[in-house]
């Protein structure tokens, strides 16, 4: 009895501690996030957004002229601060972020994005303002070159000339309008391209309501200089319906897309979003009476397969083993 216990009594410590290691083990991997299939996901969110990106356009484009780009630019912004702080931001502080450094950057260059995409929307017609804006994703490749040197195959650069050929034929590289509309819808695709590159990288370390709200509060400071100058609020329930419309369509499409980026790169998103164009002719076509040409049909098909033949050869790379990507 007495040799006995001294080799039980550690024994029997040793089988406890192991008991009791295995469930937090468990417990860790149970509380561990969902992970999606990233060729899946990031065309989910990103058609997703570019759907609702149509609706936020075309408000845009039907809301009167008395509002100018900073009137829009400031109501979106403001408002869009307001919904995310009521919805996400009620036990918590959202603007505890990460990199706060990268999120005011990217507040800045979002805002001058959207600034300038609205005085482009408001000048040129809606289909020109999309040809120049949706070579962005050319902007971001390179910029994802210059910043963090990273490089796309020829598969990928033949995709994205595709899809800015694609948009071109859509809509019948009609490059109607003034010289202003039209440099200021190429400020905002060189910003925009901007931009969704440094979402990418945000979207490492930061959510995207915080991101959403950076760039929503940085938007409401730089309008707002604008708008106390000659304010101008809705006048009737349909302005008011069509201001609110543009909040929240604008804020969650930013939403869906920069969770979108937790998925794919700059670039990548930048040619699945450009889908939109899609969308906005299909609009124009079922509620406008706009006449279906064959370069709906060609243009349209263009886009669509460029996104497909994307979407299949970023599958193809996720699937490569680490070895044969370096090699």
């Known amino acids: 009895m007495s040799v006995g216990k001294p080799l039980l009594l550690p024994s029997n410590t040793i089988i406890r501690c192991r008991f009791n290691r295995m469930p937090m083990t468990n417990f860790v991997k149970n509380k561990s996030a969902i992970h ?25 484009k039907l809301l009167d002229h008395q509002f100018t780009a900073w009137h ?13 702080i009521l919805i996400f ?7 505890k972020g990460h990199n706060m450094r990268l999120l005011i950057i990217r507040g800045v260059t979002g805002s001058i994005a959207y600034i300038s995409a609205i005085t482009a929307i408001r000048l040129l ?51 109607d309008g003034g010289h202003l509309g039209k440099t200021m819808a190429l400020i905002a695709s060189a910003f925009a ?13 930061d959510r995207p309501a915080i991101i959403c709200l950076y760039l929503s509060t940085i938007g409401t400071l730089v309008t707002l200089p604008k708008f106390v100058i000659h304010p101008i609020l809705p ?27 937790f998925y794919c790169k700059g670039w990548e998103g930048g040619v699945l979003m450009s889908s939109e164009v899609i969308f906005t002719a299909v609009v124009g076509i079922v509620f406008l009476d706009d006449l279906v040409s064959v370069s709906f049909w060609i243009g349209g098909l263009i886009i669509f397969t460029s996104i497909v033949v994307l979407n299949r050869v970023q599958a193809g790379i996720k699937k490569k083993p680490v070895n044969q990507r370096t090699s």
């Open 235 to 261: 006048s009737t329930s349909l302005e008011w319906v069509m201001i609110l419309g543009i909040i929240f369509t604008s804020t969650t499409g930013q939403l869906l897309m920069n969770q979108g980026f």
């Open 193 to 205: 391209g901007l931009t969704v590159t440094l979402i990418h990288t945000l979207r490492k370390t």
């Open 89 to 95: 931001g009620r036990h918590k502080n959202l603007y």
């Open 72 to 84: 829009i630019g400031f109501l979106r912004f403001f408002g869009g601060m307001v919904v995310i």
């Open 36 to 60: 999606l299939d990233a060729t899946v996901a990031g065309p989910l969110f990103m058609l997703s957004a570019s759907l609702i990106f149509t609706v936020n356009t075309l408000l845009i």
């Open 125 to 175: 017609p809606v289909s020109t303002a999309l040809v120049i804006f949706y070579s962005f994703p050319a902007f971001s490749a390179i910029f994802s070159f210059l910043i963090y040197r990273e490089t796309i195959g020829k598969i990928q650069v033949v995709c994205i000339i595709g899809v800015i050929i694609g948009v071109g034929i859509l809509f019948d590289v009609q490059l």
